[in-house]
Each structure stands twice: as structure tokens, then as C-alpha cells.
């Protein structure tokens, strides 16, 4: 049995929000860990609106880390970020949600790319680079990580933050519980003038999202580019074409090899009835802003009970991969760094044993993945615009 003490070592597969923000957490309460990226660099995809970790984060993180508030696109011009939610068919706006307050807590939303999460929780963590894993030796002292360059790294405990088709959780569990989706995926960025981007966000500051019953879309601010700073120059923006496919296979095939203008000109002819306001901008997107390949959309439903005994468990996508239609994923995985980082502080304060520090954990964790996993499939599978704000919209608000 593994007892966590004060020289016990956290070892943290992936880099991700939630990996960084667990590596944070023990890092301001001086216990030792190790975090691994498989990549040099990669493609942090789309932006996340983040409000229902806010609070907990900010309780966790050492004081030098700033707000994540200075992460939003209208940070500098101190306009609170919101999102117009908008019928696919009707074009009618259903309703706006977003922060009500700056500072007041359980009111913030705070849109973030990101790339930009990553490298506010990077500093201090001694990120290690280029560490691809191939798999773990569990004993009764702990763990020890193997590494495709032939180290290993030892450790008390073995985090595994490291995404959707994680190489941890194919080896802790005997069935993958990985699920393909039937949703194709394009993704571009595209700089606009202020006559281009004003009625994307006519109702809002950061943007629309849209529904139907085949096609989840949005159109969401990254960043004003203007030197100025009064927000009436270009800005960047970054959007989203998730259509339903009858045949997956085939177009996930044909995806993973298309070029940019096929990319492109796909994603046209998915949104050619949508606002023309909508339309143009992705038309204006260049190449080089079509992201490829695209990123598939998978979901992870972990069984409903605790994940094997050991020294080893999941966070994040590794745990509960789920559809982006619910502006939920990166919040669930960043409460599970809280959740787990609480478990961890108290366990070596306790001297508690690495096992019931997972039962503490994993208890919160399983449950609240795969209620939001199956909340976010039943919006992929429905028509309503109104989902799509993940219970956000105020009553009455359309």
C-alpha cells in the first residue's frame, strides 16, 4: 500500500488546462511533482468559456497566477464577455448569456483560448516536452511512467491528463470506453474589419452560437487587434462547423485528408442558409487558418463505479471526452484538478494512503463526467438552440 507523505512525488501525464492546473495547485502547496507532454507544441483547438470552475480554481492556484479574466478577449476593454445563442433555422436570437460581474463570484463567465490557458498555468511547472507514453508499472510502492525515448519516471502516484484516446486509461481499463462520434469537424481562424465582425456581435461581445438538428456552429471573438485599444479595429475570430454525418467513416476519412479549400469550401456549403453575415466570414477565412487535419469528436463514458484500485487515475478527457456543445468539457476538467488536488493536499497532510485518496476523488469525478457526457450527447442529438448555453440562459431571456 502507498502512503502519500511529504516527499511522495504527483507524477501528471499531459498537458492540458487540467494537467497545468493540478501541477499549480501542488506546486503552491510545496508538493513534489513531475508533468509530461507528449508534444513540443500542439494545436490547442478552440477557445472555452469558463464560469463553473472559476471559483474553485482561484481558491487552488498560487497568488501568481493571474486572474483568468486577463485571458478574455475583452479583458483590456473591460466589457464583460457574453455569447448570443441563435436558432439554425429561424436565425432568431433565443437568448444571451455570459458574465454579470468582473469580480462578483458565481456571476463570471470568462471566454478563454486555449492556448492562452496553457501558458498562464505553464510557468513554475518545469514542463517536460517530447514525453510520449507507452504505459506504466503499478506496485505496491508506487508507479513508474515509461516513456517512448526509453526513460521512465517514478513517482507515488500517476495522474493520467492526457486526452481523449489517452495510452493510461487503454491500459488501466480491460474495455475502452472510447466512443466515436457521428460528427464531422471543420475549424478555421479568420481576421475581420469592423464591418464584417458588427453584427456577429450585435447582441453580444464575444459572439454566436447556433443549432440545428444537424449542424452545431459558432462564431466566437479570440481577439480585438486594434493598437488602440478601443476595439473599433480588426479582430481575430475563431469558428466551428460540426455537422452530422450519414456515413462517419467515409467523411472522417475524407476529412483527414482534405485540403484546406475542400475544408473550406465544405464548411460553406454546411452553413450556405445560415445569416449571410455568418456565411462571409467564413468565406474570408484564409488557408492557412483552416486547421488540419480537423480534430475528431469522441466521448468517453466511464462504468458508473470507481476506476481499478492502484496508484493510477484519470482527469479530464482521459476521463469523461465528451461533445463541445454544452461549454462543458473544459470546466468538468479543471473541477476535476480541484477535486483531485484537495484529495492529494490532504492525503499528504494525513498521511494517507494513495488509495483512499482516489476512492475521495473518483467518487466526485466518475458520477459528474458521466452525467455531463450524456447531457452534452443529448444536445449533439437535439435541435433546440437553446442547449447549446448548457442551462446557462436565464428564464425568459429569449
Known amino acids: ?21 493540478l501541477a499549480q495547485m501542488l506546486r503552491k502547496e510545496g508538493i513534489n511533482f513531475e508533468i509530461f507532454e507528449r508534444d513540443v507544441s500542439r494545436p490547442q483547438g478552440w477557445s472555452v468559456g469558463l464560469d463553473k470552475c472559476l471559483d474553485e480554481l482561484e481558491r487552488l492556484l498560487p497568488g501568481d497566477i493571474a486572474g483568468f479574466g486577463t485571458l478574455s478577449p475583452n479583458y483590456a476593454l473591460k466589457r464583460l464577455d457574453s455569447f448570443a445563442v441563435m436558432d439554425g433555422t429561424t436565425h432568431q436570437v433565443v437568448g444571451v448569456t455570459g458574465s454579470k460581474s468582473l469580480e462578483e463570484h458565481g456571476s463570471r463567465m470568462f471566454f478563454c483560448p486555449r492556448e492562452k490557458i496553457r501558458n498562464l498555468l505553464t510557468p513554475h511547472t518545469n514542463l517536460q516536452t517530447g514525453k510520449h507514453v507507452t504505459g506504466y508499472s503499478d506496485d505496491a510502492d508506487g508507479v513508474t511512467l515509461h516513456f517512448k525515448d526509453g526513460t521512465t519516471a517514478r513517482g507515488a502516484l500517476l495522474v493520467a491528463a ?46 454566436i452560437l447556433l443549432g440545428t438538428d444537424t449542424c452545431k456552429f459558432y462564431f466566437l471573438l479570440i481577439e480585438h487587434c486594434d493598437g488602440d485599444g478601443d476595439g473599433n479595429g480588426d479582430a481575430l475570430f475563431n469558428w466551428n462547423v460540426s455537422y452530422r454525418s450519414d456515413d462517419v467513416a467515409a467523411d472522417d476519412s475524407w476529412a483527414s485528408s482534405a485540403s484546406a479549400e475542400q475544408l473550406l469550401q465544405k464548411a460553406l456549403a454546411v452553413i450556405k442558409d445560415f445569416p449571410p453575415f455568418l456565411v462571409d466570414g467564413i468565406r474570408r477565412t484564409p488557408l492557412e487558418g483552416i486547421q488540419r487535419p480537423p480534430i475528431k469528436l469522441v466521448e468517453t463514458v466511464l462504468p458508473d463505479q470507481l476506476l481499478p484500485r492502484g496508484n493510477v487515475t484519470l482527469m479530464g478527457d482521459a476521463a469523461h471526452s465528451m461533445l463541445p456543445f454544452r461549454g462543458m468539457g473544459a470546466n468538468t476538467a479543471l473541477l476535476d484538478a480541484c477535486d483531485l488536488a484537495r484529495a492529494i493536499i490532504h492525503g499528504v497532510r494525513t498521511a494517507s494512503s494513495v488509495d483512499s485518496v482516489l476512492q ?14 450524456l447531457a452534452s450527447h443529448a444536445v449533439g442529438e437535439g435541435a433546440v438552440a437553446s442547449e447549446l448555453a448548457g442551462g446557462r440562459l436565464e428564464e425568459g431571456s429569449s
Open 162 to 207: 492526457d486526452g481523449a484516446r489517452s495510452t493510461v486509461r487503454r491500459q488501466l481499463l480491460e474495455r475502452s470506453p472510447l466512443i466515436p462520434t457521428n460528427f464531422v469537424v471543420i475549424h478555421g481562424v479568420v481576421r475581420l474589419g469592423q464591418d464584417q465582425w458588427r453584427p456577429i456581435l450585435e447582441h453580444s461581445s464575444c459572439g
Open 360 to 373: 475521495a476523488y473518483e467518487r466526485v469525478m466518475v458520477p459528474r463526467g458521466r452525467e455531463h457526457v
Open 1 to 21: 500500500m502507498t502512503i502519500l507523505g511529504k516527499d511522495s512525488k504527483i507524477l501528471i501525464a499531459g498537458a492540458g488546462p487540467s494537467g497545468l492546473g
